[in-house]
């Protein structure tokens, strides 16, 4: 079995060939997107597709969508690096989308018409409520966008030769511009078109690399794990817990809280459940979905102990990306150039799959939630915005974002970014899933209620962030060079998503003023049965 040394991978690598297949790939999908975009006439075809996709499109869809690059290239390498515990990030996450499913997915779906707030003041007051709601879906939305971006720089390092500011400051000007595109023309429909295209390569590519990993190995996992423990400086420790969290047990169970109920609260998730007609083909969505999700992760048990037995955990860290670099690496030391050319330009499609969802759910949020039913509504007093400006500011707000996601992902460069999706992830479940919940499941829910829990949520969750260690006071910090942290933990979800489900239940029974009965009953049988979910939400 060959070992392949940092030396030997840089020299095969082949930058004009990676950028060949890349451009591709960016030619191929934006001839897809500019095919969908000839049907995006109304409000419902720009946010929703026109709800013309079907269960199993959109379950290619939700994979794609779902499976970013932290899922693809941060959890091979974590289980590279530090084996069972980076393994348990898969676990998290595929526990997650079924927590996802069973309690908010074809529920929303069901209630709602474009995005997550149109759920969440069904039978509240709608100024107030869609205001917080908007506001937190942003925070998610920007946070995730900026880890999605800045990574990207970090990514293309490796691939392309790169190694200098300049040269990643202009990758993440051109992934910025190019989701900027695909959003613009393409809309939903065409953002649903590259992120079912990158879940088929993605899960191909995923599935060709494990094959050949096994094949090396006899086919036997048996002999790979052995392999990967004599590369690994840890030995056997790599096939048990503890080697990454078993110094504080607490924080992994305080990530492992915001990564399992966060991913119920990721507005970019959700909103994929209103492209589909019926409540039949969300269904058919939900189990297309589990079914590839949870093969992905399952394949990354073997990519991430081969990139381990064939690579080396020395080579991958001492690699330009660190970790991150695991996945190209593997397929380099399996294929040669030509594998490693796929398989980044797979990475660069998932990069730009993400945040193409991201920038049009958070633009959606802007305009249907903040401009047609804030500032509208309260400027005519008649509740009626008109749905072609409302198109019109929600492309503007993706020139906005998109340029807002270049200059940020340029300022992180070289930072670390975990606080990012780790604040992502702690908002979604502290400010938005304990809402969700609430509105979905208690009757007495009230308006109080659901802005003291997403304004207290987000506060809560960005607060612990700034005054922990990944904020500052370490080497790996985003600002090492000042010490505020005195909150203990890397991620305060073990807090912030108790705090957020108190302060609801809190604000719910100190109002008095009764929200309407007849609307509760409403939501819920419209949750529950589907009946009346293709009509737009009036009152």
């Not at 937190?136 to 190694?163: E, N, R």
């Amino acid at each position: 079995m060959n070992i392949v040394p940092l030396a030997t991978t840089q020299a095969k690598n082949d930058p004009i060939l990676n950028i060949v297949i890349f451009g591709a790939f960016v030619a191929v999908t934006l001839f897809i997107v500019i095919r969908a975009s000839r049907n995006n006439k109304t409000a419902a075809d720009y946010y929703a597709a026109g709800r013309s996709f079907s269960g199993p499109q959109n379950g290619f869809a939700i994979a794609g969508d779902y499976l970013s690059a932290a899922s693809f290239l941060g959890i091979c390498g974590a289980i590279a690096v530090n084996g069972y515990d980076g393994f348990l990030y898969s676990i998290g996450f595929l526990v997650a989308w079924l927590v996802a499913l069973l309690l908010v997915a074809e529920l929303m779906r069901n209630t709602g018409k474009f995005t997550m707030a149109d759920v969440l003041s069904f039978r509240l007051k709608q100024r107030p409520v869609r205001m917080a709601a908007a506001i937190t879906t942003l925070a998610v939305c920007f946070f995730y966008l900026l880890a999605q971006m800045s990574g990207a720089g970090g990514l293309v390092s490796l691939l392309l030769g790169i190694d200098n500011e300049i040269g990643q400051s202009a990758v993440i000007a051109v992934v910025g511009v190019l989701m900027i595109l695909y959003v613009l023309i393409g809309g939903m429909k065409g953002t649903t078109w590259v992120q079912i295209v990158k879940a088929v390569l993605l899960i191909a590519g995923a599935i060709a690399m494990t094959i050949w990993v096994l094949a090396l190995h006899g086919f036997s996992l048996n002999t790979l794990l052995e392999r990967a423990v004599e590369a690994s400086p840890q030995g056997e420790k790599i096939l048990g817990p503890g080697l990454q969290y078993g110094a504080n047990p607490l924080d992994f169970l305080s990530l492992g809280m915001a990564l399992v109920l966060g991913t119920a609260g990721l507005p970019h998730v959700l909103m994929r459940f209103y492209t589909v007609p019926t409540a039949k083909e969300a269904r058919r969505s939900v189990v297309w979905a589990i079914w590839l999700i949870g093969l992905f992760y399952l394949l990354t048990l073997v990519l991430g102990y081969g990139a381990g037995a064939l690579v080396g955990a020395e080579t991958i860290l001492g690699a330009p990306g660190g970790v991150n670099s695991a996945a190209p690496l593997l397929a380099q030391a399996l294929g040669g150039p030509i594998l490693m050319g796929f398989i980044s330009a797979v990475a660069f499609a998932t990069i730009l799959a993400v945040v193409a969802g991201l920038t049009i759910t958070a633009a959606a949020s802007f305009a249907h939630d903040i401009y047609a039913n804030v500032i509208k509504r309260g400027k005519n007093g008649d509740g009626a915005a008109d749905p072609n400006g409302e198109v019109r500011v929600a492309r503007r707000t993706v020139v906005v974002i998109g340029i807002l996601a270049i200059v940020g992902g340029i300022g992180a460069q070289g930072q670390n970014i975990a606080f990012l999706v780790a604040l992502a992830f702690a908002v979604a479940a502290s400010a938005n899933l304990p809402t969700i919940l609430y509105s979905l499941f208690w009757r007495r829910f009230n308006t109080r209620g659901a802005v003291w829990s997403m304004y207290g949520g987000l506060i809560a969750a960005i607060g612990l962030i700034i005054v922990s260690p990944v904020f500052s006071g370490s080497e790996t910090a985003m600002i090492p060079g000042i010490d505020i942290s005195i909150f203990p933990l890397n991620n305060p979800g073990i807090v912030s998503i108790p705090l957020g489900f108190l302060l609801g239940w809190l604000g719910t029974i100190t109002a008095r003023a009764p929200e309407s009965r007849a609307l509760a009953a409403e939501m819920e049988v419209r949750s529950l049965t589907g009946f009346g979910a293709e009509k737009a939400v009036e009152h």
